[in-house]
């Protein structure tokens, strides 16, 4: 059985022991306050599921997905957007990426080929806008 706290009264305040169901609670300015502490919740295990007894059998294998394309998702996500916002887009691309300080040529080249798989007009589009904001450097794509 839980014990209650003793409390001796000075004053305002009122002083109360540390029983084990009470919890300190102190704040910068001003005195010291005893709050009653959560009941605990017991534990309670999962509901029982069924388990299948049958049994998984196979040789597990890392192997190329055949026919992979990578590329026609994006595009087709690009394409279904109007084209104010396929002007956002490019735009991001170049502000936020390709025309970075760390980016090289090199990589810019690299991803403008990428995106250059996903849509030929964004590929164009984001060559043409690196081409004309870095104004010296010119973007050549490799051929495929």
């Known amino acids: 059985m839980a014990r209650k706290p003793s409390s001796n009264t000075t004053g305002n305040r009122s002083k109360v022991s540390n029983p084990s169901w009470m919890v300190k609670l102190r704040r910068s300015a001003g005195p010291t306050?005893?709050?009653r502490a959560s009941t605990p919740v017991p534990a309670v295990?999962?509901?029982k599921y069924p388990l299948s007894r049958e049994s998984v059998c196979g040789i597990r294998q890392k192997t190329r997905i055949p026919k992979e394309n990578n590329f026609a998702q994006p595009g087709e996500l690009y394409r279904s957007w109007n084209s104010e916002r396929r002007e956002r887009f490019a735009m991001r691309i170049v502000d936020n990426f390709l025309l970075q300080p760390r980016v090289t040529p090199e990589?810019?080249?690299i991803w403008i080929d990428f995106w250059s798989q996903a849509d030929e007009e964004l590929g164009a589009k984001l060559m043409e806008k690196v081409n004309a904001i870095a104004g010296g450097e010119t973007v050549?794509?490799?051929s495929p």
Do not use: F, G, Y
Request: glycine share 0%; net charge neutral; hydrophobic share 50%.
């Open 33 to 35: 306050t005893w709050l």
């Open 140 to 142: 050549v794509l490799s």
């Open 107 to 109: 990589l810019q080249r």
């Open 45 to 47: 295990n999962a509901e």
